[in-house]
């Protein structure tokens, strides 16, 4: 009883103590209070509790105390917004996914609505990833991580938005460097489909693992060979490709939620109607569109078709996509990073051309 008399006399001087912090400084945090009222419990955790408990309480107060201009940091860089974007990312992946049903909708399509929303949570993490990354991680990041961190988002549009910010350039290596962080984009895009594959579909993905880690190595050495001939300059900007928009946007997954569900349908009638040679033909098409869903599609589908054939379905929307890609710097970009992109990209296109006829 005297040391809970303690303990209440010394929790009255601490707020009284704040009130006065409190007045002085507008924004004044409760950290040491905390401090001060775990600090007075450490005698009765001795006493009661084993070593390793009131050791791990002190151990964790000293590093926190130790921390704690660090954290004033980071929570100086969230506002409403961030917790906003963490509350829908934890009601699409906690909440509704686990609720809604694994049935078939159609009989003949092995599509159900739990699929459909796994496709949704798996992307939407993805973006989510890369916006954490580019917003707290790599805040004042150059061009080239910008590029990199765009990759994880998407290369179709950091390609598009690097092109047309490589207009304003006037220095020649800074030219490189956007040319480097494009290539680079694309590096990480083969590693980012690897992902989604062995999430949806093992078998597949080490099928394909050495064609993608030969494509993703290929690609990364590329981008650095250009990034080293650019050398070091201060001019370059220093932005992110992709601003800091809400990756979890409403409008985002009802897009990407009916394509899925529309290539259920338009997959399953190729493939009845054309068999192997149409989904040949649909996966070039679909890469001078949007490959994600037809991917993911493919990947989660058991269509009547072998391992090879979704193998080169995979592999031709992406060389598609890749010369889409090509189109848009040779349009859009700088005269002068038009030359060093469509020679990397080009590259880049053959040798996932020779890999592809080597499946054949």
């Known amino acids: 009883m005297p040391y809970l008399a303690?303990?209440?006399?010394?929790?009255?001087?601490?707020?009284?103590y704040y009130f006065f912090r409190l007045k002085e400084q507008s924004n004044y945090g409760i950290t040491t209070i905390?401090?001060?009222?775990?600090?007075?419990?450490?005698p009765a955790l001795v006493i009661t509790q084993p070593a390793w408990l009131?050791?791990?309480?002190?151990?964790?107060?000293?590093?926190?105390?130790?921390?704690?201009?660090?954290?004033?940091?980071?929570?100086?860089?969230?506002?409403?917004?961030?917790?906003i974007i963490l509350a829908k990312f934890l009601?699409?992946?906690?909440?509704?996914?686990?609720?809604?049903?694994?049935?078939?909708?159609?009989?003949?399509?092995?599509?159900?609505?739990?699929?459909?929303?796994?496709?949704?949570?798996?992307?939407?993490?993805?973006?989510?990833m890369s916006y954490l990354l580019r917003k707290f991680v790599f805040a004042n990041s150059g061009i080239i991580v910008s590029g990199v961190l765009g990759g994880i988002y998407s290369s179709t549009a950091t390609t598009v938005i690097l092109s047309r910010k490589s207009r304003n350039l006037r220095h020649k290596n800074e030219i490189k460097q956007y040319a480097s962080a494009i290539i680079l984009s694309m590096a990480v895009m083969y590693l980012r489909i690897l992902v989604l594959m062995l999430i949806f579909n093992v078998r597949l993905?080490?099928?394909?693992?050495?064609?993608f880690l030969i494509m993703a190595a290929f690609s990364t050495l590329w981008g650095l060979a250009i990034?080293?001939?650019?050398?070091?300059?201060?001019?370059?900007?220093?932005?992110?490709?992709?601003?800091?928009?809400?990756?979890?946007?409403?409008?985002?997954?009802?897009?990407?939620?009916?394509?899925?569900?529309?290539?259920?349908?338009?997959?399953?009638?190729?493939?009845?109607?054309?068999?192997?040679?149409?989904?040949?033909?649909?996966?070039?098409?679909?890469?001078?569109?949007?490959?994600?869903?037809?991917?993911?599609?493919?990947?989660?589908?058991?269509?009547?078709?072998?391992?090879?054939a979704i193998a080169l379905a995979t592999l031709q929307a992406i060389i598609s996509n890749n010369i889409l890609k090509t189109?848009?710097?040779?349009?859009?970009?700088?005269?002068?990073?038009?030359?060093?992109i469509i020679i990397g990209m080009g590259a880049i296109i053959l040798l996932n051309l020779m890999l592809l006829l080597f499946l054949v």
């Not at 078939?104 to 989510?128: E, G, H, K, R």
């Open 34 to 42: 905390v401090v001060g009222l775990i600090t007075y419990c450490i």
């Open 327 to 340: 189109g848009y710097a040779m349009f859009l970009a700088h005269r002068d990073l038009r030359k060093p």
């Open 6 to 16: 303690g303990w209440l006399v010394v929790s009255v001087l601490l707020v009284v």
């Open 227 to 308: 990034m080293r001939k650019a050398g070091r300059t201060n001019n370059v900007e220093q932005d992110n490709i992709i601003t800091d928009k809400n990756p979890l946007e409403f409008k985002v997954a009802i897009i990407f939620t009916l394509l899925f569900v529309a290539f259920s349908f338009i997959n399953y009638y190729v493939i009845e109607t054309f068999g192997v040679g149409g989904l040949n033909v649909l996966s070039w098409l679909v890469g001078l569109v949007y490959i994600d869903p037809f991917l993911l599609n493919i990947f989660q589908g058991k269509y009547e078709v072998e391992m090879n």
């Open 205 to 211: 993905t080490i099928y394909l693992l050495p064609v």
């Open 54 to 83: 009131y050791l791990l309480v002190v151990v964790t107060v000293l590093i926190f105390s130790e921390l704690k201009s660090s954290f004033v940091e980071i929570s100086q860089k969230f506002d409403k917004n961030e917790f």
């Open 91 to 128: 009601i699409i992946a906690g909440v509704i996914l686990p609720i809604v049903p694994d049935k078939q909708i159609v009989p003949f399509i092995n599509l159900t609505p739990f699929n459909i929303w796994l496709a949704v949570v798996v992307v939407s993490a993805i973006s989510y």
